[in-house]
T-cell receptor, first 112, second 112 residues
Framework: GESVGLHLPTLSVQEGDNSIINCAYSNSASDYFIWYKQESGKGPQFIIDIRSNMDKRQGQRVTVLLNKTVKHLSLQIAATQPGDSAVYFCAETPDSSYKLIFGSGTRLLVRP | IAGITQAPTSQILAAGRRMTLRCTQDMRHNAMYWYRQDLGLGLRLIHYSNTAGTTGKGEVPDGYSVSRANTDDFPLTLASAVPSQTSVYFC???????????FGQGTRLTVV
């Protein structure tokens, strides 16, 4: 069943194209920034993280970019596939505790 | 299968009733979390626990309580449910200092 809202911003991309999902954050003191993927009816799943002293990190088909000057985080997905269709959330660790705070989500739709 | 288990999967609850959502993990993770996910609002942290015996308040703790008597279990209690607590509740866990949190399948709670 549907587990996320109907009012999330939506990014629609053609299968095979690259996707860029953006997130703005407010806490400059956060140590880590993280991307999670949530498929319909499931809990979020970890994709990739980046420490605050880095500006780029690459994984398998994904790249996370961190711009601390404008407090902006982005997730780039190369060669987007139908299985990438989901809601993507950014998250951060705001202090020395293990709290994980989620930001706004973006729905990614992949057109065949 | 190792992971994190929530119970019940769904529940309809009369307003004013007390309810405990159960969460158990078998990964020996130190940190555990409870989130609620409402339509259009993403995930909001209710309470968290860094280790057995300690708990902390998240973004939206009012109306909820938690306990962490041991490493594996992290129950969430609604003392007197109200309709605004209608939501999907996710429990998660992570190893100490690790940004990769593992989520349960969620509990869909409807308070009427």
């Amino acid at each position: 069943g549907e587990s996320v809202g109907l009012h999330l911003p939506t990014l629609s991309v053609q299968e095979g194209d690259n996707s860029i999902i953006n997130c703005a954050y407010s806490n400059s003191a956060s140590d880590y920034f993280i991307w999670y993927k949530q498929e319909s009816g499931k809990g979020p799943q970890f994709i990739i993280d980046i420490r605050s002293n880095m500006d780029k990190r690459q994984g398998q088909r994904v790249t996370v970019l961190l711009n601390k000057t404008v407090k902006h985080l982005s997730l780039q997905i190369a060669a987007t596939q139908p299985g990438d269709s989901a809601v993507y959330f950014c998250a951060e660790t705001p202090d020395s505790s293990y709290k994980l705070i989620f930001g706004s989500g973006t729905r990614l739709l992949v057109r065949p | 299968i190792a992971g994190i288990t929530q119970a019940p999967t769904s529940q309809i609850l009369a307003a004013g009733r007390r309810m405990t959502l159960r969460c158990t993990q078998d990964m020996r993770h130190n940190a555990m979390y409870w989130y609620r996910q409402d339509l259009g609002l993403g995930l909001r942290l209710i309470h968290y626990s860094n280790t057995a015996g300690t708990t902390g308040k998240g973004e939206v703790p009012d109306g909820y309580s938690v306990s962490r008597a041991n490493t594996d279990d992290f129950p969430l209690t609604l003392a007197s449910a109200v309709p605004s607590q209608t939501s999907v509740y996710f429990c998660a866990s992570s190893a100490a200092g690790n940004t990769e949190a593992f989520f349960g399948q969620g509990t869909r709670l409807t308070v009427v």
